[in-house]
């Protein structure tokens, strides 16, 4: 992460609450009619006051949830808001916004957060004038204003957008003229835009696969074309949590990570996925406790956390007061209750548990809800496994590690510790990370903390790793695409045509 419409990293007071940005106001919006006359001004920190307080109001249909509980006051202004249906600006103060002047943005947080870089470079973050906050209104999808090196030229029915480059952008000169971004019906218009050199790049989604790619080359009507097929795993995975707060299934002592790992090694992943019908060249199971794309992911690698291996299972089990799958307290079978909705996917995880904790004497209870009803239901239920998952939307790995933190247990936000997980020894890790800005400087010291958060995880067990899924792109070689991290979403600002 490197400053841009900031000159430079944040200030960080002594507590790490207050964070100051110098604004570079040498950035201009682009042409807009919401200015009047002069059609245009520079940036000032004022703009992202206005923009995270719209964000916050419309948080039910943005990204709001990054942010949620992390700035003084902004959560409160952004409920009061929508009571009142103040969706336009307001000058409503908000005690941690401030731009005591045009160059300077003065973030207040709640608690320490070394992501915050991180997360201030997500997309939802960008700012908005003001004036086109007021202007445009809902129209913002048909009539942004941004301070890129494109600008929006023209948009039709939310399906067609052309960016143009903006002459007077003030960083380099922008590769392409235009550049649009469409939404077609992929076999009738795709194959002819890379004939007639339109397209350059595109998803290439499961069911069309075949019809033009063969062992991850292009293939069929493609066969021979400047293009290439690149393939990787989504950054995220789905999974279950157990809830520790059960006084038996959430034991941090031995026994209790005995039970849970036995558990997890009894669940035949690649069978439940063909049981609900995955293609395995789009979904396996999720071997490793860290997502794809996360920093410093090959920290959580190695740590066996995802085997299948009923042997193993029957000796860890046997190994700890629940032999034999008998709770000692009543000289019966252990019952594990599972809360979980009624979708294809779940009702085989059901199926393939209960097979798996058959062998291990152990059985099964499971309890239906709507899917609508899951999140309320897993905050407050006392069932003992839940279902869970998580995608990033940005690379830190505070990003999923806050899913185990203790504060976020049961909260209901989005970044919910559904396993109810408390872990002195974790927070205290988790803690010093937090403290850690994403410098070179400290960047070993990162590694050292997320490989020791992975090992406090892997050993307590407190989730059950799932699946992953893959996902395919097709794009042209006559474009020189940029060497850049997973979950960079401005990359297209960094392509350019080959010569």
């Not at 942004?144 to 960016?163: I, M, S």
């Not at 235009?178 to 397209?199: A, P, S």
Request: hydrophobic fraction near 35%.
């Amino acid at each position: 992460m490197v400053p841009c419409l900031a000159k430079d990293y944040p200030q960080v007071s002594e507590d790490g609450l207050t964070l100051t940005i110098k604004i570079d106001t040498s950035a201009k919006f682009h042409n807009s009619v919401c200015f009047g006359e002069a059609r245009t001004r520079n940036l000032k920190a004022s703009d992202f006051v206005h923009s995270f307080k719209r964000m916050a109001v419309f948080e039910e249909n943005g990204m709001y949830w990054m942010a949620d509980g992390l700035i003084k006051g902004l959560d409160e202004y952004g409920e009061t808001a929508r009571d009142q249906m103040q969706y336009e600006t307001t000058d409503t103060k908000v005690e941690g916004l401030q731009a005591p002047d045009d160059e300077t943005l003065v973030l207040k947080l709640t608690r320490p957060y070394a992501p915050i870089v991180t997360l201030l470079a997500h997309p939802t973050f960008c700012a908005v004038p003001k004036e086109a906050i007021d202007h445009f209104a809902g129209q913002l999808r048909e009539r942004a204003v941004g301070t890129g090196p494109y600008r929006l030229n023209a948009v039709a029915d939310e399906k067609l957008y052309v960016f143009k480059r903006w002459d007077d952008y003030r960083g380099e000169k922008a590769a392409f003229e235009r550049v649009v971004f469409k939404q077609c019906n992929f076999w009738n218009e795709f194959l002819d835009g890379y004939k007639n050199d339109t397209y350059r790049e595109i998803p290439l989604w499961p069911n069309y696969y075949d019809r033009v790619a063969k062992e991850g080359e292009p293939a069929g009507a493609l066969a021979g074309t400047d293009t290439e097929i690149i393939e990787e795993d989504q950054h995220g995975f789905y999974f279950l949590s157990f809830n520790m707060q059960d006084p038996l299934w959430g034991a941090l002592d031995e026994d209790g990570r005995a039970l849970r790992r036995a558990v997890s090694l009894c669940l035949d992943r690649e069978e439940l996925l063909t049981a609900a019908g995955y293609n395995p060249k789009w979904a396996t199971p999720q071997p490793d406790l860290f997502p794809a794309g996360m920093e410093f992911e090959d920290a959580g690698q190695g740590l066996d956390f995802g085997k299948h291996d009923l042997k193993a299972a029957k000796d860890v089990l046997d190994g700890s007061k629940y032999k034999g799958g008998i709770d000692p307290a009543t000289g019966k079978a252990l019952t594990l209750r599972f809360l979980t909705t009624d979708a294809r996917l779940y009702e085989q995880i059901v199926n393939g548990l209960r097979t798996g904790l058959k062998t291990l004497g152990i059985r099964l209870s499971a309890r239906y809800v709507e899917g609508s009803e899951l999140r309320a239901e897993v905050n407050s239920a006392d069932d003992q496994l839940f279902v869970s998952g998580w995608f990033l939307d940005y690379p830190d790995p505070v990003n999923f590690l806050q899913l185990f933190w203790s504060e976020n247990a049961a909260s209901g936000k989005e970044f919910n510790n559904v396993a109810r997980y408390n872990s002195p020894e974790f927070d205290k890790l988790f803690l010093q990370y937090e403290r850690l800005h994403a410098t070179e400087q400290n960047a070993a010291k990162r590694r050292e903390l997320v490989t020791a958060m992975a090992g406090v995880i892997a050993k307590d067990q407190p989730i059950l790793p799932l699946l992953r899924q893959r996902e395919a792109r097709l794009r042209s070689t006559k474009v020189e695409w940029p060497a850049l991290p997973r979950r960079t979403f401005n990359d297209i600002r960094f392509a350019k045509g080959k010569k």
